[in-house]
Every structure is written in C-alpha cells, then in structure tokens.
C-alpha cells in the first residue's frame, strides 16, 4: 500500500493523525474525530493556527472561554456547506455533540498571529464550479486566501461520479512565485453512496514518485509534491476536503505540459 495513503478507520475516536512529522513535510497538520450525541472533545492549538470544520452534525463549540454557540447542521458533506471555525495560535477550544458529529481539525504553523477567533457559517462561503463536461465538479471555499489566515487554504470539492477532478493534472510544489507556490497538501475522501470508489495518482515529471491509489470513503491521501488528480468511478459522488500551508499562503499552480491542452477545451 502507497505510504501516501491513509485508511479508513471504522467506529468513534481519533480516527486520522497527521502531523508534519509523521508525513514528513514542514507545514500541514490534519485530524479527523468522531463524536456520539453527548460526546465531549478539546484541544489547545499552542503555535499553530487551526480551522476546525463540520464534515457532519451538529455541537457546542467554546473557544477561549467564549461561547460560540450551537455550530453545524449538515448530516452528510453532500448536502449543503459547512460550519467551520477559525482559531489562532494560543487558543483553547471546546466541542460537545448534539447529534453524531464528524470534525476535521486542519492545522499550519502561525506565521504572525494576531487575527481573533471566528466562526465561518455557510453563508460565508463563496462557491464555485470549475470545469466541463466530465471535468465538472463544485468547490466550496472554506478559507480561501482572500480571508484572513497565516497560512492555511481550507476548501472543499464535490466531484460527481464519472467525473475527474484536480484535472488536468496540475501541481504546487515550487516556492517560484509568481508562477507557482509551494503547498503541501491532504485530501480526506467520502462516497456517496459510501461503499463508492475512485482513484487518485501523485506523480512527479521524472517520476520518481509514481503513486496510483484506490480510494475509498474515509481514505486520506498525503501530497508532499508532485500532480495529484483523482477519478470518481460511475454512480458514485466524491467528496474531498482540502487542506493546504507552505511559506507563503497563496494558490499557484503548474499544469502537467502534455494535458494543458485540455484546458482548451
């Protein structure tokens, strides 16, 4: 199995821990928990700057000592957007489940510090499609770099089954701005229905990364460099939260040279 890929794991918990340590790359951090109804979770995000986001269901969130109330709403990432939560570094957070809730905890170095904790609703979400034809998917952007952050681009992708997305294969893996930005980056996948699949390639020009990966519900894949488009397989919807840091927070990316004609397209 690629080392690329993390496995699904089934029930209530902790369920997925990267840090840049484990990953082996400097910036990105992404956990993922499961609460039951009545189930408590807290956390201290210490030097890193954090969004915490409602992959599903609903609960009390606290930050600092401050309520901020009952967040979420959603029971399933294919049905409207998320709440989500932004917190700087040195804070304190809180969660306690109304229903079962599933929560994202995406993490990066705070470069400056300094911005106040803020609650992101739905409606604060810009949305986007991108794409044709059968390159068709619909982006929600969480923490686009036009809002305030020190380094973390949050956004989630709906990719309908049938379709490719993170297509034409592109990449950010160069600190050569304006041309193009160094992100490392994770993907956390879910299936609808979610005995779905697809298929997801992290590949260098030279290919010395060449790593192809059957993906399924609850799968998160690393990408420390290199293309990275993925494939959902017919009759089944693909969901995928982003989460992406480097020295410098914005979003330049290279096509692969011999599928930039697609964009023609």
Same mark, same amino acid.
């Given at each position: 199995m690629s080392k690329l890929l993390i496995k699904a794991v089934d029930g209530i918990g902790h369920i997925a821990n990267i840090t %840049?340590?484990?990953?082996?790359?400097?910036?990105?951090g992404f956990d993922l928990h499961r609460l039951e109804a009545g189930q408590s979770l807290c956390g201290k995000t210490e030097d890193k700057e954090v969004c915490l986001v409602f992959v599903t269901g609903k609960g009390n969130?606290?930050?600092n000592g401050e309520d901020l109330g009952l967040l979420g709403k959603r029971m399933s990432p294919f049905d409207g957007k998320p709440w989500s939560v932004y917190l700087p570094e040195g804070s304190d957070w809180s969660i306690s489940a109304e229903t079962g809730v599933e929560l994202a905890v995406c993490s990066a170095p705070s470069l400056?510090?300094?911005? %106040?904790?803020?609650?992101?609703? %739905?409606?604060?979400?810009?949305?986007?499609?991108?794409?044709?034809g059968t390159n068709t998917r619909y982006v929600t952007n969480i923490l686009p770099e036009n809002e305030p952050a020190d380094s973390l681009l949050v956004v989630e992708v709906i990719t309908p089954g049938g379709h490719t997305s993170s297509y034409p294969p592109h990449k950010h893996d160069q600190d050569n701005l304006p041309a193009e930005s160094y992100l490392e980056e994770t993907y956390y996948h879910r299936f609808n229905p979610p005995q779905g699949f697809g298929f997801q390639r992290v590949y260098t020009d030279d290919r010395s990364l060449d790593e192809a990966m059957a993906i399924e519900d609850g799968d998160v894949v690393m990408v420390p460099k290199g293309y990275h488009p993925c494939a959902a397989c017919h009759g089944y919807d693909l969901y995928y939260l982003n989460v992406m840091a480097g020295p410098k927070r914005t979003w330049k990316f290279h096509n692969a040279a011999e599928h930039e004609w697609l964009t023609k397209l």
């Open positions: %840049p340590e484990s990953a082996g790359w400097t910036y990105v969130v606290t930050a400056n510090g300094g911005l %106040p904790v803020r609650v992101i609703s %739905p409606d604060d979400l810009g949305q986007e499609t991108r794409g044709k």
